[in-house]
């Protein structure tokens, strides 16, 4: 499975943005999907995670309320809308997916990674 991140940029702080991932590959559309993100000199973090469906999610709890991750199967694609962005969202984002079907949080569950998208939020 190949994935590909797009649609990072710089906004100011309280601007949106909704990043796109686009699987490609045997099978992505049965994989559970998530969102981590990396600011300099941290550690990857989780940010949201979706099962094949879409209907079960999770998130970390310092996007709760203003991420929303959602799919597309037939477009094989996996979205993150980020609102009410903060200067902490500053991070380079980047989409994984795991052939297991739990909602995993943590950063080694996830088999498949894109490359990632760098979001900038100005205060």
């Known amino acids: 499975v190949q994935l590909q991140a797009s649609g990072g940029g710089l906004v100011q702080a309280g601007g949106s943005l909704r990043l796109s991932c686009a699987a490609s590959?045997?099978?992505?559309?049965?994989?559970?999907m998530a969102w981590f993100r990396q600011a300099p000199g941290q550690e990857r973090e989780f940010v949201a995670v979706?099962?094949?469906?879409?209907?079960?999610?999770d998130y970390a709890d310092s996007v709760k309320g203003r991420f929303t991750t959602s799919r597309s199967n037939d477009r094989n694609t996996v979205y993150l809308q980020m609102n009410d962005l903060k200067p902490e969202d500053t991070a380079i984002y980047y989409c994984a997916a795991t052939r297991g079907k739990f909602l995993a949080t943590t950063a080694s569950a996830f088999e498949f990674w894109g490359q990632g998208t760098l979001v900038t939020v100005s205060s």
């Open positions: 590959g045997r099978g992505p559309n049965n994989y559970v």
């Open positions: 979706i099962n094949w469906t879409g209907v079960r999610k």
